[in-house]
């Protein structure tokens, strides 16, 4: 019996594994499904060939991804509409799904309008209404008409629904061979499908599937494979949150445990069962669970409670058309009256039971029937009738179980429909390759055209970027052009504005000294050899670019020439405090070069090192032999202020200068040049720096020009420089120029105009044409500007836009948004003329913007104006200082200057009575200098800080007298004079009338 059982185990464990048709009766369908739930993926298999360019795998990827987009894209609105009929048609069934004749009016409408997707969804309803009617057999044709167009359709849902209707059929008649081939089928395709382990339709048809195979194994009593489908379907319902699910299978697995004898843990099932039914308001499942808990009681030989609990159930399912669970209770009621002896009740209930089973042909039931009768037969000792309805028990038992076949010509009938539906099938599987060949060929026809359309697109696309690629070029060679000639501009208009400048001043002074005239024509004589250096400069580049010139190459001692060169910039380093010191690792060492290069080349990189080092400290000059055997190196160091790392990047471009560059000279063209030098003898130059440290130029020259082969020696050992020339390049060391410039003038009383201007001759020129009427302060860059600023606290700026270390531009912005320099008008002097450049500056809070070179007349007049239209606007402060109350001094100003004047009043009406109310009180409480206080005070009100004191005090003193009847001496006092005598002395002295009288005339 153990080997059987385990033979049995064997067989169902392979069926559930791989969905194999049925061994233990008859087979109806003996086909592996062929067609497959429709998917928006495709796969095409592509070789590509591995040498093929990036650009072709490129496009053969786009070429997928918008394949896949538009049939993804199409499944998913076909999906959408079917999901949409089926709503519909499904809501018009459910209306009419009690009436028979409504139903095949439907499917005759459906079927004229050649409608076959709700024509299957009448056959299915159709053939649910003949099984709830016991019309098994129209129930099964109608199923298996729906199974034939759920195939034709290809629709995975209908199919699973189609052999779980089918599969359920068979089980009602006994059928349970067929039943378990459609179950499985039913969950072969339940499980292909995706949504299969999703909540949803998908899920709900596995467990219909699941829940099937499990009444199957139950009936023919092999308990365990019927536990574990039915656990594995009460885990989806859980899932699912189906109480009617769950009901459904509690009370399955609750009929296992009742088999096995385990009464408990079917007590405790069933009444899970019944609670899930109430919640669901399941009549059908609560009959059922009530069935169950009386067969339980009637095992347990409580017959009272056993006939109370299928009486419950007898009078609930009896309003229910499905007879088939009716007779349930009704065979219950007949056998627990039958024990209680009660026969009339008995032999009711027995023979309705039995006329409800022949009329729905149920071989089950009509076996437990007949074995009823036996038991009553043998009870009343008719021994006759007990046996005949023996042998009807076990006919239908065996019927039950498939030991027999008790009607042939049902086993006939239905293996002609197995074949014809078979027959069926593969014609709909058929005409499903027929469809998907022609779906395929057009789809590979769309491909075609995509491929197609994505590579004029591309070919579009590489021609749209090579047009903006050139037009990108086109803006940076404009932006370059524009800067150079902005850049050229300011190094020609600069010179030109002393030149013209001091030879108007020595063409219409007659009174100059010979001093001044000399101080003239130097820095004439200074920036007319700057400007003739720009232009030789320039055209050298010009030449060098063009590839025109034909250098002059010499062989000679490159050893001796740098030695030379360098005792040279010796003697003018010495003049500015700076030790050059020259190195040679070689003695002497034969070389290929151009002089004049050379010349240019070591001329740039001394003068700059020169330039840029300090008082005192020491510049390098090393020559050794490169890394390459046939190359020299000439490092120059020096120990400068150092170039910062955002500025190496940039150093060799054309009129680059640093921002952080502490010296006022040069124009950006000197390293450019020299690097194009070096690089038209074939050599390289880098540069290593580091602020506050230095920087080290290294220069790496070939030694032979292996291009020509008869150069000319050098004869003369001779360098081209001469200590005038390297003055230009340097400049002159500062004596005096910046040391008396800014000594104080002669009066007070003269307005303070600060210069800030890199060029010291613009600087000389301006101070010159001003000094005669201003008192005048000289700064050589932003930073230093700043500081004098706010320092002196001038009455006007006149400031250059392009410096080292801090911009025209940037001052200006400084300035304004100084609480103690916003006041101070602000002129730009400029070689940048474009309107862009003068709107920035206007932008930042300039009152004007003058050209180089300019007209020194514009200049005064400019200046002139801009002064005393600062008067009017200190008439108009006064008169606001003169509204200003105790009450408003908090009041919000949008204007910097008017608020600084309102918190400056503040503190003199808070602390008017306070005696040590003075300049040096309010400079400690606003946190400034007295000297700077009162220019602050003098450029925005035109009064001293004290004055300005006095002035707020007796405006609030007439204030006083003009609104109150208090006593003049009382009003003195209030207002921080206590001296009556004093006070009316000073009130006539600005108002022209003494108090009492003000006060008489006002009161």
């Known amino acids: 019996m153990n080997r059987i059982n385990a033979q049995v185990n064997n067989i169902f464990e392979k069926r559930r594994k791989n969905y194999l048709p049925g061994l233990l009766l008859p087979k109806i369908f003996q086909y592996r499904e062929k067609t497959r739930p429709n998917t928006c993926l495709f796969a095409m298999k592509i070789r590509i060939n591995r040498y093929k360019a990036p650009t072709s795998l490129a496009i053969l990827v786009v070429l997928l991804i918008i394949g896949f987009f538009c049939d993804c894209s199409d499944a998913q609105k076909q999906l959408q509409q079917a999901e949409a009929n089926r709503k519909e048609i499904s809501a ?382 086109l803006k940076q060679l404009e932006q370059t052009r524009s800067d150079f000639f902005t850049n050229i501009t300011h190094e020609f208009r600069t010179p030109l504005t002393v030149i013209k400048g001091f030879n108007d001043l020595l063409m219409s002074s007659k009174h100059l000294s010979e001093k001044e005239k000399h101080v003239y024509r130097s820095a004439i004589d200074r920036q007319s050899n700057n400007l003739l250096n720009l232009v030789n400069q320039l055209l050298d580049i010009a030449k060098l670019k063009s590839g025109k010139e034909a250098p002059n190459w010499k062989r000679g001692d490159i050893i001796s020439y740098l030695r030379m060169s360098a005792e040279t910039f010796k003697l003018f380093a010495k003049e500015k405090d700076v030790n050059l010191i020259f190195y040679s690792v070689i003695e002497s060492q034969e070389m290929d070069f151009i002089p004049f290069y050379i010349d240019k080349i070591i001329g740039n990189l001394l003068s700059n090192a020169i330039k840029h080092t300090k008082e005192g400290d020491k510049i390098d000059f090393v020559v050794s032999k490169g890394q390459r055997p046939d190359t020299i190196k000439i490092k120059i160091s020096d120990t400068g202020d150092g170039i910062s790392k955002s500025d190496l990047k940039r150093i060799f471009e054309m009129f680059y200068q640093s921002t952080n560059s502490q010296n006022e000279s040069g124009n950006g063209i000197g390293l450019a040049f020299t690097k194009m030098m070096v690089e038209k003898m074939k050599g390289e130059i880098e540069v290593d720096s580091e602020l506050g440290i230095g920087s080290s130029f290294i220069v790496t020259l070939p030694l032979k020009n292996n291009n020509l082969t008869n150069i000319e020696p050098l004869l003369e050992q001779k360098s081209s420089f001469s200590l005038s020339k390297i003055q230009q390049r340097v400049g002159t060391k500062e004596t005096n120029l910046y040391t008396d410039i800014n000594e104080e003038g002669n009066t007070n009383e003269q307005h303070i105009i600060l210069i800030v201007e890199d060029n010291r001759d613009v600087n000389t020129y301006i101070k010159t044409i001003l000094s005669e009427k201003y008192r005048v302060l000289v700064a050589r860059n932003g930073e230093e500007g700043l500081k004098l600023a706010k320092m002196h606290i001038p009455d006007l700026v006149v400031t250059d836009v392009m410096m080292p270390v801090m911009d025209g531009t940037q001052l200006c912005c400084e300035m304004k948004q100084n609480i103690m320099l916003n006041h101070i008008p602000i002129v730009m002097l400029t070689a940048k003329s474009s309107d862009e450049d003068r709107i920035k500056g206007l932008r930042c809070g300039a009152e004007a913007y003058i050209k180089k070179p300019f007209d020194t007349e514009e200049l005064f007049i400019t200046i002139h104006n801009i002064l005393e239209s600062r008067k009017t606007l200190i008439e108009k402060f006064m008169e606001s200082a003169n509204n200003i109350t105790t009450d408003t001094v908090n009041r919000a100003e949008s204007e910097a200057n008017l608020k600084y004047l309102h918190v400056i009043t503040g503190i003199i009406l808070t602390e008017m009575q306070n005696p040590d109310l003075n300049t040096a009180y309010l400079a400690e409480r606003m946190s400034v200098s007295t000297s700077q206080l009162n220019r602050k005070m003098n450029g925005i009100t035109g009064k001293s800080t004290l004055s300005y004191i006095l002035h707020v005090k007796l405006n609030k003193a007439k204030k006083m007298l003009q609104e109150t009847s208090l006593p003049m001496s009382e009003v003195a006092h209030e207002c921080g004079f206590y001296d009556a005598n004093y006070f009316s002395r000073i009130f006539k002295k600005e108002f022209g009338i003494s108090p009492s009288q003000f006060q008489k005339i006002h009161v």
Request: hydrophobic share 35%; with cysteine.
């Open 92 to 473: 018009v069934l459910y209306r009419n799904r009690y009436s028979e004749d409504s139903l095949k009016l439907l499917l005759k409408q459906y079927i004229d309008e050649e409608n076959d997707f709700a024509v299957m969804l009448v056959y299915k309803q159709l053939g649910v209404f003949m099984r709830e009617n016991s019309r098994f057999t129209e129930a099964i044709n109608n199923h298996q008409e729906e199974l034939a167009l759920a195939m034709k359709l290809n629709d995975t849902i209908e199919i699973v629904q189609a052999y779980n209707n089918l599969g359920t059929d068979f089980r009602r008649i006994g059928s349970h061979g067929e039943a378990s081939d459609y179950h499985y089928q039913a969950l072969d395709y339940a499980e292909a499908y995706s949504q299969a382990h999703v909540p949803g339709v998908g899920m709900k048809n596995r467990v219909v599937s699941l829940n099937g195979i499990g009444n199957v194994s139950l009936t023919l009593g092999y308990y365990d494979h019927a536990e574990k489908y039915f656990r594995m379907a009460l885990e989806d319902e859980l899932k699912l949150k189906s109480n009617i699910g769950q009901a459904i299978n509690y009370a399955n697995i609750g009929a296992i445990f009742e088999e096995r004898g385990q009464l408990d843990s079917a007590h405790a099932y069933y009444n899970k069962s019944l609670e899930h039914n109430r919640i669901a308001k399941s009549d059908m499942g609560i009959g059922l669970c009530l069935i169950h808990l009386g067969k339980l009681y009637e095992r347990e030989q409580k017959y009272e409670k056993a006939k109370d609990e299928y009486i419950q159930a007898y009078d609930l399912m009896h309003q229910i058309s499905d007879r088939w669970h009716w007779l349930e209770a009704c065979i219950s009621i007949a056998r627990i009256n039958l024990l209680d002896n009660n026969i009339s009740e008995f032999e009711h209930y027995i023979s309705l039971a039995e006329q409800t089973a022949n009329e729905i042909k149920s071989p089950e039931h009509l076996a437990e029937i007949y074995l009823l009768k036996h038991d009553f037969d043998v009870s009343t000792q008719d021994f006759k009738k007990a046996l005949e309805h023996y042998q009807l028990q076990s006919l239908m038992r065996d019927s039950v179980q498939g030991l027999q076949k008790t009607n042939r010509f049902i086993d006939v009938r239905l293996s002609y429909e197995q074949n014809k539906n078979i027959r069926n099938i593969q014609r709909i599987e058929a005409e499903n390759k027929s469809k998907q060949r022609s779906t395929h060929l057009t789809l590979y026809f769309t491909l075609a055209l995509s491929l197609v359309g994505i590579i004029i697109t591309a070919l579009l696309y590489y021609a749209y970027k090579q047009r903006v690629r050139s037009n990108k070029a």
